[in-house]
Structure formats: C-alpha cells, structure tokens
C-alpha cells in the first residue's frame, strides 16, 4: 500500500510539474530532461521493469525521452531497449527515416527484443507499402508470445498493410482485433476514428462484401453503426435519435462509450436558418449571358422563399466595396463571386462573420473555416470519373487530356484521385491535335512514361527507382477528354487500332452536345460519359422550360443547373462543414464537401447503346 501511494504522489509531482512546464515555451525541450532528474531524484522509476516487461507495455513517452534514458542506461539490454521504445515513438512522430537508421543500429538483441524489434520493422515496412515484407515479416512472429498491448501493434498493421492492398474487409477485421486489445483510452480512441475512416470511405457495395462470423458483435456492431449513418446523414436531424437506438442495441460495444469524432461532431451540428443573402455574379458587359443564367437557376431554386437575396453586379462595383456593402446590409451570406481574380480579391477582404459559397477556386484558394468552393470544375468531373472507373473494377486506366490548361488540370485532379484510390499514379498523356492520338496510345501503352518518371525522381532524390510501367496488356480502359468533333477523330482512331476494340472507354461531358446526331450516337457504341443529372431527364417540365429558355445550349443549361445548385448548398452550409458524408441531390451531380470544402460532384454516367443515350445511375 506504501508503494503505490508513493508512486501516486510522485504521479502528481509528474503531472504538477508538467502543469508548470505548459506555461513556459521551453516545455517541450527541457521536459525530457526534468522527466529524468525528477524520477531520479524521488528514487522513483516509473518506466521501471525488466527488458520483456517494458517492451510489453504502451510507450507513453516522447522520442526524446527514451533516448535521453538510453544514454544513462546501466547495461547493454537496458540501452538496446530504450532505443527500441524510442524507434517505436519515432513512427508515431511521423520520424520513419530515424526510427529505420536506429532500429538498423541495434545488433546481438535478446529474445523478447527481437520479438519487438521485428513488430517495428513490420510497421515501417507497411508505411512504406512494402506489403510483402510487412506480410512475412508479421508471420514469422508468434502472436501467443506478445502482449496485448504488442498485439494490437501488430493487428493495426495487418490492417495498414490490408488497407495499401485495397483490401477493405480486412483492414475492418484487423483494427476491430485490435480494439479489442487496447486499454489506453487515448490509443483506443484514435484506432476507433481510424476504423471509422475505413467504414466511411467505402460504398455501400464494398460494405455489404464485410461478411462478419456468427457472434461477431463486434464487427456486427460496426456494420450496424455504419448502416445507421449513412441511412440518417440526409436528415441530421434524425441522427441523434438513430445512434441512440444503436447504442441500446449494442451497450458493450466499444463505440457505444468512445464514439468516432466524427459522430460526436454531427451530433453536435446546428442548423442555422439564413434570411439575407447576398449574390455576387456578373450580370453586365462580355459575362452577362453567363451571370445571368447562373442567376435564373438560383431565382427558380429559391422559389417564393422569404429569404432576401441581393444581387451584386461584380462588373460594376469593386469586390471589396460589394463585401462591405452586404455586411452593412445584414448579409449572413455570400454567394460567388463567380470570376477568378474577384474570388481572390474576396478572400483578401473582410468576409468574417459571414458564410461564403465561392462560385469558382483558384490556385490562391486556401481552407477557410466559413468558406466553400463550388463550380463546375474540371477537377470535380475529373475525380468522379476516377470514382466510377475505380468502381468499374478497372485498376490501369490511361488518361488522355489535351495539352492545354484543361488537360493539365483534368490530369492532375484524376491522378490525385487515382492516388487516394490505388496508391499509385494514373498513366497520362496529352495531345495536341487527334491526329496524336495514335502515337499518344502507343506511348500510353509502353513503359517509357514510367521510365522517365522514375529517371526524374531518382536524379532529384539519389534513390535507386524501380520502373512499372503498364503495357498495352495492362491497361484495361481510355479516359478522355475533348470535345464532341476530337472525340469523334479519336474514337475512330482506337476503333481502326489492332488493340482498341478491347479497351473500355469513357469521356468527359465536354464530348456531350445536342448536335451529336444517330451516326454520331451510333460510331460512339460502347462509350460511357459523365455529365450533369438534369441532362438525364430530358421529358420533365423543368427541363423544357429551361431547355426553351437558353436555346437547348448545354453549356447555358449546366449554368442554370449551377445557380439552382447554389441556392441548396448554401442553405444546407453547416451540414455540409459539419457532417462527414453529408450530400445534397442537385441537377449538377450528388453534392458533398471535399477537401477545402471544395465541392465534389458525384456525376450522372450515359453509355451509347444502338445509336441510344442509356442513362447508367
């Protein structure tokens, strides 16, 4: 009993100290150091235990101070397991490149040692996306022999390594193991968020493939808190009471009293009603056409809403003038502007205190707490296509974009996706005309790309690059972006090709105009396009009025689509900052905050069947 009130009191000297310490900007330099002169001074050790033990426990400490402990080691075994202590923080610390070149420094380890040391290099192994070694490395080590706090090392890496392999069901399996193992309520929470991460992420067809065993009420209770989610994100509201039903359902399950952030958040969401809302489009000079019918989607959205909007020509009066004269008139809200350049100027000016929906982005832009980003953008279209071909089961897609602002741009966003998606880069090429096309295939379908790209990175790093590159084998599908007439070039160009029939192809809606006639349709067969949902239903009233109001112009009647668009996003603004995975059903595509707030656009997909347009979702 002596003993451990000892130890209490000296924790609370610890944590006193540590108080004291918070206040000083020193604190994370000298507290090492303090950490080893108070322990030793109060004839207390509370890292105290032999090699096996300690490597058994949790490292609560940082870096630092277990190599400041290695130093004063008394033996050879005690050093070599402080440094592996410090290896293991040093991943935590996102230190990989230390924690390897210390790890390798560690020769004639004992048995238990060994058993953690090899845990260590499992993980760099799977941050490193060395997936077979992780795998082998993990299978030479006796999971009966480790701790629970050693097994839960060695599951969330089992998980990493099934999460670089796409391998969603067991990346779940592995990190719902591993919850079961942790004690440490900080740990417990962050591998929850991160079993989450992975449940949220994933459709619902990749969420039905998780087929729990009998009794599993772990994972079943997973799958059910998953399910509950996305069954209530439409109607936040109802969310409170969903999750409450579950956590009756399931009382024991870990999330049940250690919720994801993430749910602990929406359902502290609050919806705020808006009644002044100020609309900055150009409505004058070379952008009229375009302001205005942006601005005839939004009247016909907002209805006979109560809400009073204001119209800012953005050709007329300055930027900052225009922010200053809404904030004096009560605006809670900004929409637009819609031009490059004025969304800078706006960010630059004062815009606190007021909820803004920029209606475009630029290289300038930044995550700001009270600002979205919304347009149709090519990067938005280029990231749903990456979607839809990644759910197509196709995983060696090459991207051909023109050799201008917009391929560029398409490119980068698709590879960016891609990325995400496969842990690996998207193969692209740029043309200039269609006639490239075929040379663009070729080199497509070889390896050069991939050569050159590893030759660039290993004359800029020193490191030795290893190519893969696909061949025309390998790549299973075209994603190209152009306009109707180049479409046309370059699909006759795969069709003539000794190798393109067997290609799937899919376009951007840049290809989708109303002059495409029956022989256009019909040379088009097999195709997939994305475009807008409203061009999907062509026979609604709504679409002839709209479709007699510009003319039957796609271009004019995506702007529309665009404006209405922006009145429901703006209305549902907090939702969509606030709730992960929150979407709205718009005539642009099924919108949700991204990165930034930057709004993604889930695309309706159109395949050409028969000389016929055949709407796919």
């Known amino acids: 009993m002596l003993k451990i009130n000892v130890l209490k009191m000296n924790m609370f000297k610890t944590n006193t100290l540590s108080v004291l310490l918070q206040r000083c900007n020193i604190k994370y330099l000298l507290m090492p150091l303090f950490m080893v002169l108070f322990l030793s001074a109060c004839n207390v050790d509370l890292f105290s235990g032999d ?78 996306r060395a997936n077979n070694q992780a795998t ?10 480790l701790s629970n706090s050693q097994k839960a090392r060695y ?12 391998n969603l069901t067991d990346a779940v399996k592995s990190l719902v193991q591993a919850d079961q193992m942790i004690t440490d309520t900080e740990r417990k929470q962050q591998n929850i968020n991160n079993l989450w991460q992975l449940l949220r ?87 009229q056409l375009i302001g205005n019918t942006i601005k005839k989607g939004f009247d016909d959205a907002r209805g006979t809403s109560a809400v009073q909007v204001t119209t800012y020509d953005t050709m007329i009066t300055p930027i900052n003038d225009i922010v200053a004269q809404a904030k004096a008139s009560g605006a809670q809200a900004i929409v637009g502007p819609l031009i490059k350049n004025n969304v800078d100027t706006m960010l630059s000016s004062d815009i606190s205190g007021l909820q803004v929906l920029a209606l475009n982005a630029t290289t300038n832009a930044q995550p700001i707490a009270n600002v979205c980003y919304y347009g149709l953008s090519p990067e938005a279209e280029a990231r749903s296509a990456a979607d839809r071909i990644w759910n197509d089961n196709i995983r060696n897609p090459l991207v051909i974009v023109p050799q201008n602002d917009l391929g560029q741009r398409t490119a980068a966003a698709f590879n960016l996706r891609w990325q995400q998606l496969a ?59 152009a306009d109707s007439t180049d479409l046309l070039d370059i699909k006759n160009s795969i069709n003539n090709s000794a190798y393109g029939r067997s290609l799937k192809l899919y376009a951007s809606s840049r290809s989708n105009s109303p002059n495409n006639g029956p022989d256009y349709r019909l040379t088009m067969e097999g195709l997939k396009f994305s475009d807008i ?9 709504q679409y002839a009025q709209v479709a007699n109001a510009t003319g039957g112009d796609y271009s004019l009647i995506r702007l529309y689509a665009m404006g209405s668009d922006s009145w ?36 309706t997909w159109f395949e050409y069947q028969g000389g016929l347009i055949r709407v796919l979702n």
């Not at 402990?69 to 290896?87: G, H, I, P, S, V």
């Not at 599951?155 to 796409?166: C, F, L, P």
């Not at 490191?463 to 590159?469: F, K, P, R």
């Not at 969509?576 to 930057?598: D, H, V």
């Open 533 to 541: 949902p409203f061009l999907s239903d062509t026979q609604s009233s």
């Open 136 to 145: 082998s490395t993990l299978q030479a080590i006796p999971l009966t022999q």
């Open 201 to 287: 992420s994933a459709n619902a067809t990749s969420l039905r493939t998780i087929a729990p065993e009998s009794g599993d009420l772990a994972l079943n209770g997973w799958l059910s808190l998953i399910n509950t989610y996305n069954s209530n994100i439409s109607q936040p509201e109802n969310l409170r009471n969903a999750v409450q039903s579950w956590r009756s359902a399931y009382p024991n399950h870990s999330a049940a009293y250690l919720m994801p952030t993430e749910i602990q958040d929406a359902l502290n969401y609050q919806h705020v009603a808006l009644s002044n809302i100020a609309l900055l489009l150009p409505t004058s000079g070379n952008a």
């Open 423 to 481: 842990a690996t880069d998207a193969t692209t090429q740029f043309y200039n005309s269609p006639n490239d096309i075929l040379a663009a295939l070729q080199s497509g379908l070889g390896n050069s790309q991939s050569e050159q790209r590893s030759e660039t990175i290993a004359a800029i790093t020193g490191a030795n690059v290893q190519t893969s590159g696909y061949t025309r084998d390998d790549i299973q599908a075209l994603y190209i972006v």
């Open 51 to 128: 090699s096996g033990t300690m490597l058994q426990r949790d490292a609560n400490a940082s870096s630092e101070f277990y190599l400041n402990r290695a130093e004063q080691a008394k033996n050879k075994t005690e050093k070599d397991t402080y440094q592996l202590l410090a290896a293991r923080v040093l991943l935590t610390e996102n230190k990989m490149q230390q924690a390897e070149a210390l790890l390798a420094s560690l020769q004639g380890l004992d048995k238990e040692q060994t058993l953690d040391r090899n845990l260590i290099q499992a993980q760099i192994f799977a941050n490193k």
């Open 155 to 166: 599951y969330i890496t089992q998980a990493k390594v099934a999460s670089n392999q796409n």
């Open 568 to 603: 429901l996003l703006i209305n549902k603004f907090n939702e969509l900052r606030q709730i992960p995975g929150y979407t709205i059903n718009g005539l642009t595509g099924r919108l949700s905050a991204g990165n930034g707030c930057n709004i993604d656009r889930e695309m």
